[in-house]
């Protein structure tokens, strides 16, 4: 493991939504306040959107913990439920374990329960994560749970978070009554370039890294490059370079290990296969430019000495066998020629298509 190699006491890219590593951007900070300030004050219904990996279950994990104890939340993670087993997995949740057999008993039980919670001064939330898996007619449904009411007052939360499809699905005109209710709306947006770097850094030093440059800047922009502010990836790709570098004990992760570990993510190939086979599937940017460029040089410095031995010869004392050597020479040196053009063309293009 490569723990103790990099001075860190966790792993800390792990692919899981741990609250323990949130890291607030603007926009995941604004979103967190608001879903906060929403259910506390009883808003009603909150919708919550970001691109995939955006951190929108890490921002759910994070409102749990900061919960007060008076607030009561079903939490439903499995979106793809239909609609009644959705009303029976909430209502366990909310500890109603009596078997209820029709939909209108649930409801009635779940009625009654928001009624007592109000009484007792609680709050009631219901979080729907993945919300855009919910079709049309289940958020419409969804809907229909806020009318628990009082004349005052919305007994039941309801926070809706999803990827962008849902505020595609919410803008259909069948669903106009539910956008209308919407009262809070919140977006997570992926990370910038400089976010990222912060981002990396922030795990790792939460992760007990004491060291702040295990990844260099050319690695840290690489990774941001290909992970165009997706967090997951960011984890992805990091977590992969940690393992390659600790296995080159490398202490510090550079870009030539971050194009291996894109390359291995991207097409399974292998780090040790990834440096040594000219163009072919697997290998990337750098890498490939950098070999033909080492065989460049090699061939460069033994045509200047082959032009040397030229020189020599045209004006030398060898004279009996100039003649015949030199025009071994000229051949060898129009075939070195011949391989140098070679090089120089495939160099070329291989740092055309990086
Ligand atoms: N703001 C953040 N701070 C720390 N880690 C984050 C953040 N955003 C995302 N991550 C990390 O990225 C990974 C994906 O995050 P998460 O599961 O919360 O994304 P998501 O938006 O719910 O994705 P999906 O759309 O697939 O449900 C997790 O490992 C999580 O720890
Ligand atoms: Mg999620």
Not at 4 to 11: A, E, H, M, R, T
Not at 255 to 274: K, L
Not at 282 to 289: F, K, P, Q
């Amino acid at each position: 493991m490569y723990l103790n190699f990099y001075g860190l006491q966790k792993k800390p890219f792990n692919p899981t939504p741990d609250p323990k590593f949130l890291y607030l951007t603007p926009s995941h900070r604004e979103a967190l306040a608001q879903i906060l300030y929403g259910v506390q004050e009883g808003k009603g219904f909150i919708v919550l959107t970001g691109e995939v990996g955006t951190g929108k279950t890490t921002l759910i994990q994070t409102l749990l913990r900061r919960l007060d104890e008076k607030t009561e939340v079903a939490y439903i993670f499995n979106s793809k439920l239909p609609f009644d087993a959705l009303v029976e997995y909430m209502l366990r949740d909310f500890g109603i374990t009596e078997n209820l057999s029709s939909q209108s008993q649930r409801l009635f039980a779940l009625n009654n329960f928001l009624i007592e919670r109000r009484r007792t001064g609680r709050n009631t939330v219901l979080i729907i994560d993945e919300a855009q898996n919910l079709d049309a007619a289940a958020l419409e449904q969804v809907r229909l749970l806020s009318n628990f009411e009082t004349p005052t007052e919305k007994l039941l939360q309801i926070f809706l978070a999803g990827q962008p499809e849902l505020q595609a699905k919410l803008d259909l005109p069948e669903l106009r009554q539910l956008k209308q209710r919407i009262s809070l709306r919140c977006v997570i947006r992926p990370l910038t370039q400089e976010e990222t770097y912060d981002y990396i850094q922030h795990r790792l030093h939460i992760a007990g890294g004491r060291r702040g440059d295990i990844f260099t800047e050319p690695a840290m922009s690489r990774i941001a490059r290909h992970a165009g502010g997706i967090p997951r990836i960011v984890n992805t790709v990091c977590d992969h370079a940690l393992l390659f570098g600790y296995a080159e004990q490398k202490r510090r992760i550079d870009r030539d290990t971050i194009e291996q570990v894109i390359a291995y993510i991207e097409q399974g190939a292998r780090p040790a296969q990834a440096k040594q086979t000219w163009n072919s599937a697997g290998r990337s940017g750098w890498s490939m430019v950098k070999a033909p460029f080492q065989w460049l040089s090699g061939a460069l410095a033994a045509l200047l000495l082959l032009g040397f031995m030229f020189l020599a010869l045209r004006f030398n004392a060898l004279e009996d066998f100039s003649l015949q050597v030199e025009s071994y020479v000229v051949e060898v040196l129009r075939s070195m020629f011949g391989v140098f053009t070679m090089f120089l063309q495939a160099a070329a293009s291989a740092f055309l298509t990086r």
